[in-house]
């Protein structure tokens, strides 16, 4: 049974305990005729123990101040965990003679990564057991995973800190001997064909991946590309069909790349589509040829041929053109077929062309609202594809889709424990008009019941940056807010990628304030419809969602009464005048240089922390990681600071502060449930529906 959503004022059980204060260091600084004062700067020292001192003492009042709420979290944790079945096991799927799978088991914190030679009825034997790695660290992180043509070798790197700086070895698997490393710093791996040489990716003191290394076991390292242009990034992967290696280069909004084939690794990397500013690609091998995705004739991609040995572009041969209402988002090649990973109208389609010639054939999906991708497809000759599938509704699944018949067969579906049923659960797409008239999609998810009266809580989120869509897929956590009677809804604002590339221009650089106007518009647009009210509206954003947050908080702070800002991107001024910062250089192409007076202009109207201003504003949870490397702990932290000397209101304004983790958050599934837990609780209390 639901519980019944109680509305009553927010209070506490007694006066809260004062709040940290910061103590001020102001760092004064003119840009473009403007003065500006930064008294939380030094915050950014993380060696100075007034830094940690500040944190945990942070860290201590949100706990005595969320105190009313431990056994709602209590409550909440046990919830989830009880939905979630503890021992498990992905679907197998096959790669040169091994089946690979991955498995968990109950009280463990981390995954275990699993073969099986020949059959899945052989032996199993252990690859890597993230739990014993663990010991002794407070994060666990898995990057690459690559094993040599023989499946003798195994290339992985791990990150203990969060600060996704991973450390790369290689280990014999039938000897347990480690054969190589440790190397520092390491991307992406791919092995070449003689199962002796690995080609691996290194980052620079900023943290772009810079250069691409050959290393044979038991010779040195060889430098085989270096980029130096920094707003570009490497990387290095082996086709699928094991013929070549693929070095490329990547910014923003442009690309390069280069091949080596897998049997020569110790030849020169040839070029094969060079960089033009604002080109963009993706290369695979058709076994006879390459297959290209290319933005050259518009935003949204085509896909053309090219030949074994000549990659000129008067020679390139179209095989599936631009469309104005399609995003190609990516292709992969098969001996027999091709696809297509497409987006229309916001939702995935899959295309799956025959090498033979013949008509495409699009795989068909059973609901209006849903998120699908490709699973793991590791053989080059086979008539299948796995793809995976999931919506608000339904749970993650895994397919295979036989490429001749057209039949898909489910594998496995996610099993949620306690009584789920999805039948009880729904979810639709609305429009909402922007203020300058664009359509707005909104996904919106809730529990079946006949509606109270009066405006419902609502949770609304959203994200709307680097073309990346918002998924709209499952959540066994998310039942403990339908549950409860609170409804979701995400915000597909611009800046996303959900109608394409223009989607994406539209809410970037001089354009990026169309992200919070979208937002708000939103928003606005439920309370109208007296789907949610301002006491009853939580809005929630991570990274350059919360950018989004802290935006659209400062703009219009009186139509939410709370606020969850994850790892919150809110100090853009500031950082993106540090070049020195990791990401910097690069994101220029997304959010503008601010030491440029044009884009300064675009920025300085939105930037969360220079816009605080007193005023009323909602209570917020803000959360961050001691070792993010993607946003500094410090822009949450200054943020916090800044804002407690300047609201006007006795709304809760707190800070949380993984010690030991980074962007992502706590790396183990248990206490990734505890944070989301404490989330959720927060969301429940500021919407009236726990009292404690």
């Not at 004062?18 to 700067?41: C, I, M, N, Q």
């Not at 860290?59 to 919830?79: F, G, K, M, W």
């Not at 791919?190 to 980052?203: G, I, L, Q, S």
């Not at 699908?372 to 919506?391: C, I, M, Q, V």
Request: net charge negative; proline share 7%; charged share 25%.
């Amino acid at each position: 049974m639901a519980a019944t959503p109680v509305s009553v004022p927010v209070s506490a059980p007694a006066p809260p305990p004062p709040p940290p204060l910061a103590s001020r260091r102001p760092r004064v600084f003119e840009l473009h005729g403007e003065r500006f004062e930064d008294p939380y700067y030094w915050l950014r020292d993380r060696d100075d123990p007034a830094v940690r001192a500040y944190l945990e003492a942070e860290n201590a009042y949100a706990d005595q101040v969320l105190a009313p709420t431990r056994s709602l979290q209590e409550s909440l944790y046990q919830e989830m965990l009880g939905r979630i079945k503890q021992t498990d096991v992905s679907v197998p799927y096959r790669d040169g003679g091994h089946w690979y799978y991955v498995r968990t088991e109950e009280g463990k914190q981390y995954p275990i990564y699993c073969r099986k030679r020949g059959t899945l009825e052989a032996p199993e034997e252990l690859l890597l057991d993230l739990n014993v790695m663990a010991v002794g660290h407070p994060f666990m992180a898995l990057g690459a995973l690559a094993v040599s043509d023989d499946g003798r070798l195994l290339a992985y790197s791990t990150d203990v800190t969060g600060y996704r700086e991973f450390t790369l070895v290689v280990r014999d698997l039938e000897t347990g001997e480690q054969v190589a490393g440790p190397i520092e710093k390491c991307g992406s791996v791919a092995w070449a064909a003689d199962n002796r040489t690995f080609f691996h990716a290194v980052e620079d003191d900023a943290k772009r991946f810079y250069r691409i290394w050959r290393h044979e076991l038991g010779g040195e390292r060889e430098l085989v590309y270096e980029e130096a242009d920094a707003r570009f990034r490497v990387g290095v992967e082996r086709t699928r069909s094991r013929r070549f290696l693929l070095l490329q280069s990547d910014s923003h909004t442009t690309s390069e790349i280069r091949f080596l084939r897998a049997t020569a690794p110790r030849a020169p990397a040839r070029l094969l589509v060079e960089r033009v500013a604002e080109r963009e690609l993706e290369a695979d091998d058709l076994g006879d040829g390459w297959l290209l995705r290319v933005n050259d004739t518009g935003p949204n991609f085509r896909v053309v041929r090219l030949g074994e040995d000549d990659f000129a572009p008067a020679g390139w041969v179209e095989v599936l053109p631009h469309r104005d209402d399609v995003m190609i988002e990516g292709v992969d090649t098969f001996a027999g077929h091709w696809v297509a990973w497409e987006r229309e109208a916001g939702l995935v389609k899959i295309r799956i062309s025959p090498r033979a010639g013949g008509a495409a054939r699009s795989v068909e999906f059973p609901e209006p609202v849903y998120e699908a991708g490709p699973g793991a497809n590791a053989e080059w000759d086979t008539g299948k594809l796995r793809y995976e599938y999931e919506s608000p509704t339904t749970p993650h699944s895994v397919y295979d889709y036989d490429v001749a018949s057209g039949v898909g067969t489910l594998l496995k579906r996610r099993e949620v424990l306690g009584g789920f049923d999805p039948a009880r659960y729904g979810c639709e797409r609305l429009s909402v008009p922007a203020p300058d008239g664009t359509p707005v999609p909104v996904s919106v998810v809730f529990r079946r019941e006949p509606p109270g009266e009066g405006p419902a809580p609502m949770l609304l989120t959203g994200y709307g940056a680097y073309g990346i869509p918002f998924p709209v897929g499952y959540s066994s956590n998310r039942l403990s807010l339908l549950d409860r009677g609170v409804t979701v809804a995400i915000a597909h604002v611009r800046g996303g990628g959900e109608l394409g590339r223009r989607w994406h221009d539209a809410g970037r650089m001089a354009a990026k304030m169309n992200s919070f106007t979208d937002f708000i518009a939103v928003a606005e647009a439920l309370i109208t419809a007296r789907r949610t009210g301002p006491e009853r509206l939580v809005i929630e954003g991570g990274s350059a969602g919360g950018l989004l947050m802290g935006a659209v908080t400062n703009l219009r702070p009186e139509l939410f009464t709370a606020v969850i800002a994850q790892v919150p991107f809110v100090d853009v001024i500031n950082t993106m005048l540090d070049a020195s910062l990791p990401l910097t250089v690069g994101e220029y192409e997304e959010w503008g240089n601010p030491a440029l007076p044009e884009q300064f202009a675009w920025i300085r109207p939105y930037c969360p922390y220079t816009n605080l201003a007193r005023r009323v504003y909602p209570a917020m949870l803000v959360r961050t990681s001691l070792n993010d490397s993607q946003v500094m702990y410090w822009e949450p932290a200054k943020y916090v600071a800044k804002l407690r000397t300047l609201k006007t209101d006795a709304n809760e304004l707190l800070l949380v502060t993984n010690m030991g983790a980074g962007h992502g958050g706590a790396s183990g599934r248990y206490d990734r449930l505890r944070e989301v837990a404490l989330d959720y609780a927060f969301a429940l209390w500021r919407l009236g529906l726990w009292t404690g």
